[in-house]
């Protein structure tokens, strides 16, 4: 089945850092992938689109700056959180779908952030 | 605006039960629905999903119940064991355009032995 590889998978960075999530499709290709943000015992929040070779679509309230998106080839899509603030702490999970109209919409195993 | 309200948000019930998770959608665009399980500290892993052209969809222990006119549908889990205990999420996503999907709030299910 469809794979999607996150990397790292936790990450401790001081106040004032950037920090850069890895999101791979391991075995098929992936024009769009989406990143979605998790708080405690709550919802998945989708804060953009992934783009491959274009720019990111970002969800209202989502600060373009902030949460830099690059989708450089077909298996890889990059989010850097730049300036990094303790209420940037949470899971970031990324997803992908393969190529087709049913294809099923497949998540990596998330990041947790925690900036301090 | 919550686009799927999903509910209840906790459910507890005896090894062999059956949980019953029920979500609602507002947008008629919507015409995929898919249950995904999350465990702690893991990505969310898909479950099941179902389209609105048929009204009950079985894989396994799992079933969707789909009701188009009421906008609902419902995830059920036969012969529920403690290794079921997690968070599940309905979610719906629209047939054109990115395709993303929009998440319930989720629902914490726990399965006593």
């Known amino acids: 089945g469809a794979v999607v590889s996150q990397h790292p998978s936790w990450v401790i960075c001081k106040s004032g850092t950037s920090v850069k999530i890895e999101c791979r499709s391991l075995?098929?290709?992936?024009?769009?992938m989406f990143w979605y943000r998790q708080f405690p015992k709550q919802s998945l929040m989708l804060m953009a689109t992934?783009?491959?070779?274009?720019?990111?679509?970002?969800e209202q309230g989502v600060e373009k700056d902030k949460f830099l998106i690059n989708h450089a080839s077909l298996t890889l899509s990059t989010l850097t959180v730049t300036s990094a603030h303790p209420e940037d702490s949470s899971f970031y999970i990324c997803?992908?779908?393969?190529?087709?109209?049913?294809?099923?919409?497949?998540f990596g195993n998330g990041t947790r952030l925690t900036v301090t | 605006q919550q686009q799927v309200k999903q509910s209840p948000q906790s459910l507890i019930v005896q090894k062999g039960g059956i949980p019953i998770i029920n979500c609602a959608y507002e947008?008629?665009?919507?015409?995929?629905f898919p249950w995904y399980q999350q465990f702690p500290g893991k990505g969310p892993a898909l479950l099941i999903a179902?389209?609105?052209?048929?009204s009950e969809k079985k894989e396994g222990r799992f079933t969707i119940s789909f009701n188009k006119s009421a906008k609902q549908f419902s995830l059920h889990i036969m012969d529920s064991q403690p290794g079921d205990s997690a968070t599940y999420f309905c979610?719906?996503?629209?047939?054109?355009?990115?395709?993303?999907?929009?998440f319930g709030s989720g629902t914490r299910l726990q399965v006593q032995p």
């Open positions: 979610a719906a996503s629209k047939a054109t355009g990115r395709r993303a999907l929009t």
């Open positions: 179902i389209r609105p052209d048929v």
């Open positions: 992934s783009n491959e070779g274009s720019k990111a679509t970002y």
């Open positions: 075995d098929f290709q992936a024009t769009t």
């Open positions: 947008n008629t665009a919507f015409d995929y």
């Open positions: 997803s992908a779908r393969d190529q087709g109209y049913n294809s099923p919409l497949h």
